[in-house]
């Protein structure tokens, strides 16, 4: 089981208090000459600034020796751990598509798209075919897959037909158009996702096949991807689910680059058959109702929008790992938690345990109505 690094204790290496330092100075100062420092005096000044300077000292001190724990390393630092196990920050990824090109009416002979023609929906951001399509004799289109020039999620979220304007014109063609919603678009690996792939890093060196090891190359095949799902449905067989950022479900692209991570020779054990599924989406629906006390009558307004915020909170917390059980008692405590609310009673969710490979999605089509005022 994979340590928790929240669960560790605090750590310091050395006392940061200035005012300890200054103190400690002051005390030492006066015992060796025999005089006072009052405020003000010019050599009290001196010595505050030296406890200023020792401070800063210290913290560095400190600030150093947490950068060589995994639990509190960040940026460069702990990029640096990471490369003792050979593992290294995962760098943006590309949003890709499928791009239809069509002509006005048919004609009687081939149009060749060539790889890497250019479409965009503003001008700016640009795509570009992977392969090459051609539009047949007689036919109207085309489909050509296609990738985001520019990495990063702002390439994702894209609905179909928004790609629309010509970059690289194509002789013959009369338009362009997506016929898919752009996904897989990922910014660069943040801090926390880095060093639970280095907590998991020595389990790739097993031989053995042990969940941990799925776990780690499959996190590792892209950053979009937030957590995974291992198990074993019957000897000899390995079933993964990965889950992405935002708590959404992966594309069929992102499941065949992680097959394609996990199923390298030198990382899957011979006699294991590897799986990579969607994970099994489980729909709630959130609905109740919620009193305010009688004397938060006047704030009803802003009770009610941070009830509205609350549930889509909580939401998005139920959908972020997968696994996660269905907790009714989760969106009673955030909503019990803003000021004025005297009572919350939910028809939905009721509380349902889920299996490591299904993911909760709710939805606030009734959310919770504000049933008034409430004696305390």
Aim: aromatic share 8%; glycine share 10%; with cysteine.
């Amino acid at each position: 089981m994979t340590l928790v690094l929240e669960n560790l204790p605090p750590v310091s290496f050395c006392p940061t208090e200035t005012a300890a330092v200054e103190a400690a100075l002051i005390a030492d100062f006066e015992a060796i000459t025999g005089r006072s420092l009052y405020p003000g005096d010019p050599q009290r000044l001196f010595v505050e600034a030296v406890a200023y300077l020792i401070g800063q000292q210290r913290f560095l001190i400190d600030y150093a020796g947490k950068m060589n724990l995994i639990s509190h390393a960040e940026g460069a630092y702990l990029d640096h751990l990471a490369a003792l196990l050979n593992t290294s920050r995962l760098g943006g990824q590309a949003a890709t598509t499928t791009l239809r090109y069509s002509l006005a009416r048919p004609l009687d002979f081939d149009v060749v798209i060539p790889a890497g023609s250019r479409a965009s929906h503003d001008g700016a951001l640009l795509w570009a075919t992977t392969a090459e399509a051609t539009i047949a004799a007689g036919a109207l289109d085309a489909d050509a897959p296609a990738q985001c020039q520019t990495a990063g999620a702002q390439g994702s979220g894209l609905a179909p037909g928004q790609i629309n304007r010509f970059f690289d014109r194509v002789t013959y063609v009369s338009s362009v158009a997506n016929t898919t919603t752009t996904m897989g678009g990922g910014d660069g690996e943040g801090d926390a996702r880095l060093r639970a792939r280095v907590q998991l890093a020595p389990e790739r060196l097993s031989a053995c096949g042990p969940a941990g090891a799925y776990r780690y190359w499959a996190l590792s095949a892209s950053p979009l991807i937030a957590d995974v799902a291992v198990w074993s449905p019957a000897p000899g067989q390995v079933n993964l689910a990965p889950w992405c950022a935002g708590g959404v479900a992966p594309s069929a692209e992102l499941l065949a680059l992680v097959h394609a991570a996990v199923s390298d020779q030198a990382r899957r054990p011979l006699t294991d058959l590897v799986q990579v599924l969607a994970p099994e989406v489980v729909e709630f629906q959130v609905a109740g109702r919620y009193w305010l006390r009688a004397s938060h009558g006047a704030r009803a307004g802003q009770v009610q929008a941070a009830v509205a915020t609350a549930v889509v909170d909580y939401l998005a917390w139920q959908r972020a790992k997968l696994g996660r059980d269905i907790s009714p008692d989760e969106l009673i405590n955030r909503v019990r938690a803003i000021g004025g609310v005297q009572r919350v009673e939910l028809a939905a969710p009721v509380y349902r345990a889920l299996d490591p490979w299904q993911a909760a999605l709710g939805r606030a089509d009734g959310g919770l109505a504000y049933g008034g005022l409430a004696d305390e």
